[in-house]
């Protein structure tokens, strides 16, 4: 319900909404920031700093309301709007660097999603500037430590997957700094699967007379894959 608050009467890509929108999300954190630590005698510790991570997170992505204008020219209307803006949140509540210290905060993905957000907004739309999977890593890789890190350096390589850049040496770093299991295992099965460089899925699937072919016959040669079923039209068509 809180959150429908927020999203009530704005049009959304509107640069004319933009502060309605920003003051509506300072309204939303101080209320869960609110009720969070109202119930703090009653929850655990890792509990009650993954929570705050979490609307944290939600928080500072608001910025996507800009980030994902277009054309990119609203972005400059969306900033004109923002003029005399000023965040009724206290410097306290704002200070979201202190979750930083928390372990238990690199399983909010809310959290990482909505730094790597700020970020893109910070150092890219704002400035007009493009984003660079390559720069964001290594932002990360010097401003913060810790889990925090840990799970950023994830969130930015796995944003980057299906980009075309070739993030092999990313990951290859990334495995090297990361020592939460979870973590590395997804590394790793993206190394192995989706990266180039990486050895294909060793298949034997049927030709249209019904003939199987495996992978190592077509060693040396480039491969296409086409898989379509007789209930698609437009399959059928091609």
Not at 60 to 74: C, D, G
Not at 165 to 190: C, E, H, M, T, W
Request: proline content about 3%; charged content about 25%; overall charge positive.
């Amino acid at each position: 319900d809180l959150q429908k608050k927020v999203y009530t009467g704005i049009k959304w890509g509107d640069p004319s909404e933009t502060k309605r929108y920003f003051l509506k999300h300072d309204t939303l954190l101080l209320e869960r920031m609110r009720l969070i630590r109202s119930e703090r005698k009653f929850i655990s510790k890792n509990v009650f700093y993954l929570l705050q991570a979490d609307v944290s997170g939600d928080y500072l992505s608001r910025v996507e309301f800009i980030n994902s204008m277009l054309p990119k020219s609203l972005i400059n209307v969306a900033r004109q709007n923002l003029k005399g803006y000023k965040s009724i949140v206290p410097k306290e509540i704002l200070n979201f660097r202190q979750l930083d210290r928390h372990d238990i905060t690199k399983l909010s993905g809310n959290y990482a999603s909505g730094i790597i957000t700020r970020y893109r907004f910070d150092s890219c739309a704002y400035v007009n500037r493009p984003f660079s999977i390559f720069k964001s890593y290594n932002f990360f890789l010097q401003h913060y430590s810790g889990a925090i890190q840990q799970r950023l350096l994830l969130g930015i390589i796995y944003l980057g997957k299906d980009s075309g850049n070739d993030l092999y040496q990313l990951v290859n770093s990334a495995i090297g700094r990361i020592d939460y299991p979870p973590f590395k295992k997804i590394l790793n099965s993206l190394k192995s699967n989706r990266l180039a460089g990486a050895d294909a899925y060793p298949f034997n699937l049927p030709d249209t007379s019904g003939k199987f072919h495996k992978l190592e016959e077509f060693k040396g040669k480039v491969i296409l894959l086409d898989f379509w079923f007789t209930g698609c039209g437009i399959c059928l068509q091609s």
